[in-house]
């Protein structure tokens, strides 16, 4: 008994050790991902880099207009681009303010449609009655437009992790080559501080950590944007289906839908005719200038030139013709829309 109680024991602190280490664990990676930054500690530190970095362009830039007085050679090409690295980091300082506003604007979004489709799990609808067959329609027509973009973002979602992971691995490159440099320089026994190479090599190395932090601000944002259609996409469906046994359709409904379809094709028969009227004209245009061609005896020039003006005629009433085609096909389309409207009312 005694030999139990120990093992007992033994076990039971083994099991309080894991438990123990277990829960440490989880305090690390809850206190790991408390210190993510806040929207306003990384608009600081971009505000501050940016503030650090135009003194910094502004110190070579003093240096330059020093060396250019002292006219020594070489100095403005080696200032010049210094400059353009540095300023380009400052563009890139605030691509990223940029991305990280669209970030809590996005989140703020997110946050709103969660909220929405909360309120539908406790029977709360943002949909006002009387439910109509139309918003029905409505919701619809929306599930289809977010159906088509939840693969555009999708599609968008790979090509920025792919552009992401491309921009981490030329940043590494980039370092690489910072710090052979570094060693070439140290193994000759030159300076590093004065070394223009590594100055335009450091500067590049730079811009790259920048980039890198902004394409992980951009990834994250499309990732939002995801999140965003997926829940529109839910909240759209919801909608849907509570709509579906609810919605009516009235017959002063459907006799709008008629009047509005009636008054389009009254519109657009007024103007088939006037494109009607210009065909005939455009066709005999171009009928006549092709018997006068036929008729005439003319100069190389002059043939080259009237077959010019029949030729454009010839476009002249195609266009026409296409314009009456074109025309008269929406009229028959909105006609049979007429008879669908007919139809789903009787169904309904």
């Known amino acids: 008994l005694k030999g ?19 829960g440490a664990i989880s ?16 608009q600081k530190r971009i505000l501050e880099s940016q503030l650090r970095l135009k003194e910094e362009i502004a110190k070579v830039k003093a240096a330059g207009e020093l060396q250019e007085k002292n006219k020594r050679e070489g100095s403005p090409s080696f200032v010049k681009q210094q400059i353009e690295l540095l300023q380009k980091i ?9 991305e990280l506003q669209r970030s809590l604007d996005l989140e703020q979004t997110i946050i709103q449609l969660k909220e929405e489709l909360s309120a539908i799990a406790r029977n709360v609808t943002p949909l006002n009655p009387p439910y109509s067959f139309l918003l029905l329609d409505e919701q619809k027509e929306k599930l289809v ?26 940043s590494k490159a980039k370092e690489q080559a910072l710090r052979r ?3 070439e320089l140290e193994a000759e026994k030159k300076s590093v501080k004065t070394s223009r190479a590594y100055l335009i090599a450091e500067l590049s190395k730079r811009l790259l950590a920048e980039e890198v932090n902004l394409q992980k601000i951009s990834l994250a944002n499309v990732k939002f944007e995801q999140v965003i259609n997926q829940y529109k996409r839910e909240l759209v469906q919801e909608n849907i289906s509570f709509l579906e046994s609810r919605i009516t359709f009235t017959k002063k409904e459907l006799r709008d839908q008629i009047l509005k379809l009636e008054k389009d094709i009254l519109a657009l028969t007024g103007v088939l005719e006037k494109a009607k009227t ?17 008729g005439k005896t003319l100069s190389q020039n002059e043939a080259d030139k009237a077959e010019k003006e029949v030729v454009n005629l010839k476009s002249w009433n ?10 008269g096909e929406n009229i028959e389309n909105l006609n049979k829309t007429k008879k ?3 139809y789903r009312y009787a169904l309904f």
């Open 27 to 42: 305090l690390a990676q809850t206190n790991e991902s408390e210190k993510q930054p806040t929207y306003e500690e990384s």
């Open 4 to 22: 139990l109680l120990i093992v007992f024991i033994y076990v039971w602190a083994t099991i309080f050790s894991i438990i123990l280490i277990n």
């Open 90 to 98: 400052n563009l890139t300082y605030d691509q990223q303010l940029f």
């Open 340 to 342: 669908i409207w007919e």
């Open 181 to 183: 440099i570094k060693e």
């Open 318 to 327: 195609d266009t026409y013709r296409l314009e009456v085609e074109f025309l």
């Open 145 to 170: 437009l977010l159906e088509d973009k939840r693969k555009s973002v999708a599609e968008a979602v790979k090509s920025s992790e792919d552009f992401y992971q491309a921009t981490k691995e030329k």
């Open 278 to 294: 210009n065909e005939e004209f455009a066709s005999s245009r171009w009928l006549n200038a092709k018997e006068e061609l036929i």
